[in-house]
């Protein structure tokens, strides 16, 4: 296993070598021109000219992307071209409080989502069931910038119990993370609810039942370990989304995550800052899939990785 | 797997405790926050960018910057400029030399004097080259600066500029300690002389300013400490206001303003701005060259609807080349709308059956209805108009990239302008004079009347205030007349403050002061 997992982090490497290339050629490829919104919308020419010298972008292409790849790797992520802040700093900054928000997100989705699940596939085609569902469809159907704004108008405007924004404690991560999550969760239910129903017709339940088990023993025990695998592949894929912030959620709660700082970086092509966030993400994107992977084989034993 | 069952027993349940603790811990208290009474909070639409008052360009850092520095000269509510951190200044008659009598008795927030020293480390540090500030463009015109006393201070100008009193408005002035440290310390601990002093800046997040108890003019304002806290999410700021999160809200939605009409606890704010909107045609392709079909197309928009349709009644008819709060405006008779004359004036240019034509703009919800309101009024005289809105950064590209004005696309761009420092000049020759076509500056309509372009260069070479009114009469008149332009309207600013808090406006250049906030 420790074998695997140290080949994994290798062939990191070149993985993010060639995201790396790909984002800064993107970006520089794209229309834009930081020296130009740099220097103001009544610059001259020559102005512009000078803030393009200033921020090295005067320098051929392949020049700069050596010089990226450099300050890179020595650790220096450089800084933003808008307001002149460290690039590791503004991530820095931002970094915790997207963390915060997507575990809430996902332990409460997950808790909620597996519960209703089980629930549904064991009242099948029950009331249980049709509420466990509809609780579902709404999760996901309900746009979660609008699930946003109602619990701000409920429980900010009307009721007063939590703060309309900011991340200024925990009680600020509630209402985010409710919208950010309910999503999540309602998917997870479903995944939950359709691959345990599966593992209750196969032999080894009816075998379980014959041995005289409890049924709180059987779902628990033996159909809901294995129905996971599907679960903990949407739950993981959805967390490295939510690791690169969730702009519509952030920018309902003025949040400071990570995704409003991309988004005001691509609007400003603000090109160091872009760069180091999404080769960010790629990064943390391979390590969940990484964890995802060895879940799996803690979930069947049957998966095993050399 | 009774382990497993167990975890989520535990994780359920701690939701729920959390749920309700959270019920009982703030039932206390409506907004979710504690503060004392003298403490406010400003809630914005933006990020602050910088506080290096030398380096600031946009409206929002600006404004954070302003509520802890003051520079030789400031602004008043209405944009003329009023003594500041100067007693009174002079201007030779030639226009070249300001000579400014500095205010004594002033210190800085870190305990320094304020002194002809002092400005003259602001001046050097702005003019050094290694320093890359942009504050260097507001003292483009200045050629040396001259320490005449103690408390008295000379600025020789190169040549004549109209506008140069309202660009030492621009550059605050910081403490010459600070200066010696760096640019990186002036940007993390703002030194400076106004009414507020700096606390912390978390970037992103917010900017807290508590209030200098040794201000030079006296005791200004009973608020102890503000908070200016960035929201940009419109129905959030609303929300924060009815809570009582936010003190102060700009800017206030214009779609919200009538949900505080019978409010008791928060009132809404217009004044007046100088943002322009209009629709910039290019006047160097076809057949926008010809003047009756500019001005037809001025004819055929109905302003007042478009104020009702786009801007929800918030706003007036642009009734010149700059709103009314700028220096030197002068009324002009405004297009009225006409269909039938805008028609006959189409068919005297041979276009009796109209023409294809092309809108560009920003993908923000409001241009787009700005476009689509041309669209439909351009449509009753002919004109067939397509839509085509662009992110921001590839539409600047596509506006100002063209090296010369034959290779331009764009035949009508729906946009804005203000001017950075409520002066004629900057509401003026970046747009009109034709040494300013792309890519060298914003005249995007490719307006080229020599007369223009002169008088131009002649206002800014005379030094009497009352010659620079009446060329910038004439310019207006020349230029409104020309239409180069689609002359929509000019914006008001909104913004909402809970009613114990007053003296906190917003100025027509959409910067707030707080320099008077006073509680009740």
């Known amino acids: 296993m420790w074998q695997y997992i140290v080949k994994r982090l290798v062939s990191l490497i070149p993985l993010l070598l060639v995201v790396s290339f790909i984002v800064f050629m993107f970006i520089h490829i794209i229309p834009g021109d930081p020296a130009r919104l740099l220097a103001g919308k009544d610059a001259t020419a020559e102005e512009v000219e000078m803030a393009r010298a200033s921020l090295g972008l005067d320098k051929p292409l392949y020049e700069q992307y050596f010089v990226y790849l450099k300050d890179t790797l020595t650790g220096d992520m450089g800084y933003s071209v808008k307001s002149g802040a460290a690039v590791s700093e503004l991530i820095g900054d931002r970094i915790l409080p997207t963390l915060g928000l997507t575990f809430l997100s996902i332990i409460w989705a997950l808790v909620v989502g597996i519960l209703i699940g089980v629930i549904s596939a064991v009242f099948r085609n029950k009331w249980l069931d049709h509420l466990g569902m509809f609780i579902a469809v709404s999760g996901i159907s309900l746009p979660n910038f609008w699930v946003g704004l109602v619990l701000i108008q409920l429980f900010s405007v009307q009721l007063g119990i939590f703060p309309t924004g900011g991340a200024e404690g925990w009680k600020s991560y509630i209402m985010p993370s409710f919208a950010l999550g309910a999503g999540i969760m309602a998917m997870i239910a479903r995944f939950t609810r359709s691959s345990l129903v599966e593992s209750m017709k196969q032999d080894y339940i009816r075998m379980g039942r014959a041995k005289g088990l409890g049924s709180r023993q059987i779902i628990f025990g033996h159909g809901l370990k294995n129905s996971l695998i599907p679960v903990v592949t949407v739950a993981g894929l959805q967390f490295g989304f939510l690791l690169g912030g969730s702009v519509v959620v952030e920018t309902v709660f003025s949040f400071p995550g990570l995704g409003t700082l991309l988004i005001d970086s691509i609007q400003f092509r603000d090109y160091p800052v872009v760069q180091a966030e999404i080769l960010l993400f790629a990064f943390q994107f391979i390590v969940v899939n990484m964890i995802i992977d060895i879940a799996y084989s803690y979930l069947n034993p049957k998966i095993r990785y050399e | ?520």
């Open chain 2, 1 to 520: 797997m009774r382990k497993f069952s167990v975890l989520v027993l535990i994780l359920t349940l701690a939701l729920f405790s959390a749920a309700c603790s959270s019920n009982n811990a703030s039932s206390t208290d409506k907004s979710g926050k504690t503060k004392s009474d003298k403490e406010i909070t400003i809630v914005i639409d933006q990020n602050f960018i910088t506080l290096d008052p030398h380096n600031a360009g946009d409206t929002v850092s600006i404004y954070g910057i302003r509520s802890m520095y003051e520079g030789l000269v400031g602004f008043d509510k209405d944009m003329s400029i009023v003594p500041a951190l100067a007693e009174s200044y002079e201007i030779s008659k030639d226009g070249l030399t300001y000579t400014f009598k500095l205010r004594e008795g002033v210190t800085f927030h870190d305990g320094e004097p304020f002194n002809a020293d002092a400005v003259k480390a602001n001046y050097d540090r702005i003019m050094d080259d290694a320093n890359n500030l942009s504050a260097k463009r507001s003292l483009k015109f200045v050629d040396s600066m001259d320490i005449i006393g103690d408390y008295e201070v000379a600025f020789k100008l190169k040549e004549p500029f109209s506008a140069m009193i309202n660009k030492f408005g621009m550059v605050p002035m910081i403490s010459p300690k600070a200066i010696e440290e760096g640019t990186k310390y002036i940007e993390a601990n703002p030194v400076g002389t106004g009414t507020f002093k700096f606390v912390e800046w978390k970037q992103g997040k917010t900017l807290e300013v508590e209030k200098y108890a040794d201000y030079w003019g006296g005791d200004q304002t009973n608020v102890e400490k503000v908070k200016f806290s960035p929201v940009p999410e419109n129905g959030s700021r609303v929300a924060m206001l009815k809570t009582g999160e936010a003190d102060f809200v700009y800017p206030m939605p214009q779609q919200n303003v009538k949900e505080f009409k019978n409010s008791k606890d928060a009132t809404i704010e217009e004044t007046p701005s100088t943002i322009v909107r209009y629709v910039s045609i290019n006047t160097f392709k076809d057949p926008y060259k010809d003047l009756k079909v500019r001005q037809a197309m001025n004819l055929a928009v109905d302003k007042k609807a478009y104020i009702q349709v786009v801007k929800n009644g918030f706003g007036h008819v642009l009734d010149s080349t700059m709103a009314p709060e700028t220096q030197y405006y002068a009324k002009q008779k405004s297009y009225e709308f006409n269909v039938k004359k805008a028609k006959e004036l189409l068919k005297e240019a041979g276009f009796e059956n109209g023409f294809e034509s092309e809108i560009w703009g920003n993908t923000s919800s409001e241009s787009v209805k700005g476009m689509e309101f041309i669209k439909q009024q351009l449509a009753q005289i002919g004109i067939d108009v397509t839509i085509k809105s662009m992110e921001e950064g590839t539409l600047s590209d596509e506006i100002y990239t063209p090296e010369k004005p034959e290779d331009a696309k764009v035949q009508m761009w729906y946009v804005s302008w203000s001017p950075s420092s409520g002066d004629a000049d900057g509401a003026t020759r970046g747009l009109f004079s034709s040494e300013y076509f792309p890519p060298n500056g914003a005249n995007t309509a490719y307006y080229d009347n020599d007369k223009v372009s002169n008088w131009i260069k002649e206002a800014n070479a005379s030094a009497d205030p009352k010659e620079q009114e009446k060329i910038y009469n004439d310019i207006q008149r020349t230029v409104y007349q020309d239409a180069p332009w689609i002359f929509l309207a000019s914006d008001v600013n909104l913004a909402g403050h809970s009613n114990n808090l007053e003296g906190v406006y917003v100025a027509p250049d959409g910067v707030i002061n707080i320099s008077k906030a006073q509680m009740k």
